[in-house]
């Protein structure tokens, strides 16, 4: 049976546009984000579910020492930064779940496009880690998985269930474009057949003003 697959989307220097509800883009310089993705996610991910593969997908200039940095810690990675309406996206939009979407979407083209195959996909967003209440077996191998208080900082997409999330996400990124002003969290754990689950086992420093986020 395939691993299961985790999705990490990172922004590691994230630029200063405001977002709609926050002037602060993120408090964190772009070496404290890229060492709590390395040293927080990527560790977490291998200490808790260690027999998972992990994708890291960015979208940021970042120098080659650090880009090689995040390509060792991880089992795949591609940076999108040279698209550019995902580097839009992620960089220029002031919706902060337009460049999570973009990302997603240009993850998923990935996998299929090499023809990766997965148990389960967990994406878990950048610098942000597992805890010791993460439990695998807890998310479903045939329905989406989300929390039940609606977070998108984790969540879970079984394979048998890829191509229709891809036509989904796509449905989200046009919510986008015509001017949604919605969180990503108000939109994705919308989609259908899912299952809620009250513990992800997942916390992280909140970029915008270092409170810690546990669920």
Same mark, same amino acid.
């Given at each position: 049976?395939?691993?299961?697959?985790?999705?990490?989307?990172?922004?590691?220097?994230?630029?200063?546009?405001?977002?709609?509800?926050?002037?602060?883009?993120?408090?964190?310089?772009?070496?404290?984000?890229?060492?709590?993705?390395?040293?927080?996610?990527?560790?977490?991910?291998?200490?808790?579910?260690?027999?998972?593969?992990?994708?890291?997908?960015?979208?940021? !200039?970042?120098?080659?020492?650090?880009?090689?940095?995040?390509?060792?810690?991880?089992?795949?990675?591609? &940076?999108?930064?040279?698209?550019?309406?995902?580097?839009?996206?992620?960089?220029?939009?002031?919706?902060?779940?337009?460049?999570?979407?973009?990302?997603?979407?240009?993850?998923?083209?990935?996998?299929?496009? !090499?023809?990766?195959?997965?148990?389960?996909?967990?994406?878990?967003?950048?610098?942000?880690?597992?805890?010791?209440?993460? &439990?695998?077996?807890?998310?479903?191998?045939?329905?989406?998985?989300? &929390?039940?208080?609606?977070?998108?900082?984790?969540?879970?997409?079984?394979?048998?269930?890829?191509?229709?999330?891809?036509?989904?996400?796509?449905?989200?990124?046009?919510?986008?474009?015509?001017?949604?002003?919605?969180?990503?969290? !108000?939109?994705?754990?919308?989609?259908?057949?899912?299952?809620?689950?009250?513990?992800?086992?997942?916390?992280?420093?909140?970029?915008?003003?270092?409170?810690?986020?546990?669920?």
């Amino acid at each position: 049976m395939s691993e299961d697959l985790f999705l990490i989307t990172s922004v590691i220097n994230t630029g200063f546009k405001p977002w709609t509800y926050t002037g602060i883009r993120s408090i964190y310089t772009p070496e404290q984000r890229l060492d709590q993705t390395i040293n927080e996610t990527i560790s977490s991910i291998r200490s808790y579910s260690p027999s998972s593969k992990i994708f890291l997908i960015e979208c940021s !200039n970042i120098c080659k020492e650090d880009e090689d940095k995040l390509i060792n810690a991880s089992d795949y990675y591609l &940076n999108m930064y040279q698209d550019e309406e995902v580097r839009k996206s992620c960089l220029e939009s002031n919706k902060k779940g337009y460049g999570e979407v973009m990302l997603t979407l240009g993850a998923l083209e990935y996998i299929k496009k !090499n023809n990766i195959e997965f148990k389960r996909l967990f994406k878990i967003s950048g610098r942000y880690y597992l805890t010791k209440n993460f &439990n695998e077996s807890n998310f479903s191998n045939t329905l989406y998985t989300f &929390n039940n208080k609606n977070s998108t900082v984790l969540y879970s997409v079984p394979f048998s269930r890829s191509d229709e999330f891809y036509g989904k996400m796509n449905h989200i990124k046009t919510e986008y474009e015509k001017a949604s002003s919605l969180g990503l969290e !108000n939109i994705l754990p919308r989609i259908e057949p899912k299952e809620t689950i009250p513990v992800l086992g997942v916390a992280g420093l909140v970029a915008i003003d270092r409170t810690t986020y546990n669920a």
